[in-house]
């Protein structure tokens, strides 16, 4: 469960968030839309508290992510804007090393890392060394790290980026897992038909403001508009960055 | 915050252990001193053996018993020169022979000036010692006559020679092997600073060029804790590059001849861990040093460019200290690479330091690494650091 109420953050003279509310459900897969330097991902860092917001305020679980930002992190699983590996540790080394940063030890943690090698397809590369992954397989270290702690809030950002047909797929099946499994998951992209594809409600993101929150059926209905496509140029008033 | 330093600090050993740079700049690094030592120890040993018996091939020693006798008397040992001493001499067998021809004895006896000859190779830079040696003498010897033969005709000697020149070498062997193993000091604090540079860039800008930093970051770990736990690995690569460097000093100077070469150094077992307790703390404040240099960095490439001329550091006090040799006073100790620098040196030259000195240098450098490593954990937490400057 994530809530988020007016939340401002600026960066000298720019202003990179201006008044951001909106709320995630858990079991809901909530979408952050908006084209490139929206404030998505200075959102996202405000909420897994590696930004301190100027204004507003940041719950996850009902906890505050300026007050008690360390069982905020242990509250959340995330994909990060910048998800580097360490090209000499294996894949299976990454997972341990985030799932004893998040006190987990022993068999506990071995069997944790085995049903993520099993649920992210990673037989092939599990004792591999990271040097020379694909984009895709850099992916699936990335979220097995996210999620090795079992974390019951999941924060991706631009999760699909850069990954060709079949890394997307899994990825999409992966969160429609965690979907099932009652997980409050919040992911942002820049790209429509994604938030379409996977979304229960899209919040839509421009110039550092919430322009539109919804289902796509309501975000149809408040513009008047047949297709999401142009229900989006509408609502955000141009169509820059928001095509893939 | 223990448990999760030894997470960090496992991670980061076992990471690094796998890189051949970070391995190499540990291992072989702290080769360089006394690998230098061990060439320049070389070459005194052979100047020094230039001190040995000149020997002089002589042809014809029956004409000028008296020559022979004041060459002996001055440490000459004489042989018969062989046939084909010439061919020797182009050779670079042979660096001079004497020749004394029949009619020495017979100017020699009338008062003429009686002709030798000396056999040589100019070219050859090697003889030029044994040349110069032997001219000497034969000068010298030449002078004695002269000396004589004024005093005899009851003139001085002295109106014979108004200027005289007395030559004072200031290379002595001795001297020049003492100024070589002043650099045992400064070498080993090089050591301390060059053997977890490669961790402290890596562990630090590297991991933010990467993009592994922000990850890290947003595990529920305190940023002190991980700070700490990259510093203890790089503490502990150079730590080990200083044992190497320390070894391989041990190695080179028990196959030189120091003694012969009249320097009075100490390695023995008490002196070898003086030195050690003397050194060890200051890798503490280089790794927090380098590390503090490395968040600040913009890249990796920006850090690397920072530390090497941060390497440049432990030059100056070896610089003070050869310019201007100081009285070492106890807030020196104090001072990190200076303190290790003169303590280094008072134990191996044999003198009695006490614990006083090494209890300052240690905490010292404690001070200061705590320091480095506040202002690095501070760095963690400011924004601009975590997601980079352009």
């Not at chain 1, 897994?48 to 360390?70: F, N, W």
């Not at chain 2, 080179?252 to 307790?277: E, I, N, S, T």
Request: glycine share 8%.
């Amino acid at each position: 469960m994530i809530e988020v109420r007016n939340l401002h953050k600026r960066f000298g003279a720019v202003t990179a968030v201006e008044d951001v509310s909106f709320s995630a459900a858990d079991g809901v897969v909530t979408g952050l839309l908006g084209p490139n330097g929206a404030g998505k991902t200075t959102t996202l860092r405000m909420l897994y508290t590696l930004i301190k917001p100027d204004r507003g305020m940041a719950r996850v679980d009902g906890v505050d992510v300026a007050e008690r930002p360390m069982d905020v992190r242990r509250a959340i699983g995330v994909l990060p804007d910048s998800r580097g590996l360490y090209p000499r540790l294996t894949a299976r080394e990454h997972a341990r090393y985030a799932g004893e940063l998040h006190g987990l030890s022993g068999a506990g943690l071995e069997k944790r890392v085995d049903e993520l090698v099993e649920l992210l397809d990673m037989k092939d590369i599990a004792n591999r060394r990271a040097e020379g992954f694909s984009q895709g397989e850099r992916m699936k270290v990335a979220l097995a790290r996210a999620l090795v702690h079992g974390p019951r809030n999941v924060l991706l950002d631009e999760p699909t980026n850069g990954l060709d047909v079949m890394s997307t797929r899994a990825v999409r099946v992966l969160i429609r897992r965690l979907k099932e499994q009652g997980h409050c998951i919040l992911f942002s992209s820049h790209v429509m038909q994604e938030v379409a594809a996977l979304c229960d409600r899209i919040v839509v993101v421009a110039r550092g403001r919430v322009v539109a929150e919804g289902t796509p059926d309501e975000l149809r209905a408040r513009t008047g508009k047949e297709s999401l496509e142009e229900a989006f140029v509408s609502v955000i008033g141009t169509d820059q960055g928001l095509m893939q | 915050m223990r448990r999760l330093i030894a997470t960090v600090f496992r991670k980061e050993m076992k990471d690094h252990l796998r890189d051949r740079r970070s391995v190499m700049s540990a291992l072989f690094g702290p080769l360089i001193g006394p690998l230098v030592f061990a060439v320049m120890f070389t070459l005194m040993a052979s100047w020094f053996r230039e001190g040995k018996p000149l020997e002089v091939p002589v042809v014809g020693r029956e004409h000028a018993p008296s020559l022979m006798a004041f060459l002996q008397r001055h440490g000459a040992t004489l042989t018969e020169a062989p046939a084909d001493y010439e061919a020797r001499i182009e050779a670079g067998k042979l660096d001079a022979v004497l020749i004394v021809p029949a009619d020495y004895g017979k100017d020699f006896t009338e008062g003429r000036t009686a002709a030798v000859q000396l056999v040589v190779d100019n070219s050859r830079n090697q003889a030029r010692s044994t040349i110069r040696r032997l001219r000497a003498l034969l000068e010298g010897y030449s002078g004695m006559l002269a000396s004589q033969r004024l005093w005899v005709r009851g003139v001085s000697p002295e109106l014979a020679l108004p200027v005289r020149v007395d030559e004072v070498d200031l290379a002595t062997p001795e001297r020049m092997a003492a100024n070589v193993l002043n650099m045992i000091p400064l070498f080993l604090v090089f050591a301390a600073f060059m053997g977890g540079m490669n961790v402290a860039i890596d562990t630090m800008a590297g991991e933010r060029e990467r993009g592994s930093l922000e990850p890290l970051l947003i595990n529920p770990v305190q940023r002190g804790a991980l700070v700490m736990g990259k510093w203890l690995t790089t503490v502990v690569l150079a730590g080990v590059a200083v044992a190497v460097c320390m070894a391989s000093f041990l190695l080179v100077v028990h196959r030189v001849p120091l003694q012969d070469l009249g320097v009075k150094a100490r390695f023995d077992v008490p002196a070898v861990l003086g030195m050690l307790a003397a050194v060890v703390p200051l890798t503490f404040f280089a790794s927090a040093g380098q590390m503090l240099v490395s968040t600040y960095a913009r890249s990796f490439k920006e850090a690397q460019t920072y530390l090497q001329l941060l390497l440049l550091l432990p030059m100056l006090p070896g610089m003070v200290l050869a310019l201007s040799p100081v009285q070492s006073q106890p807030w020196m100790y104090a001072i990190p690479v200076f303190s290790q620098q003169l303590l280094v040196g008072e134990v191996m030259r044999g003198q009695a330091v006490g614990a006083m000195p090494f209890l300052l240098g240690l905490a010292g450098c404690a001070a200061a690494a705590a320091l480095c490593l506040r202002l690095t954990t501070r760095l963690l937490g400011e924004e601009r650091i975590i997601f980079g400057r352009s």
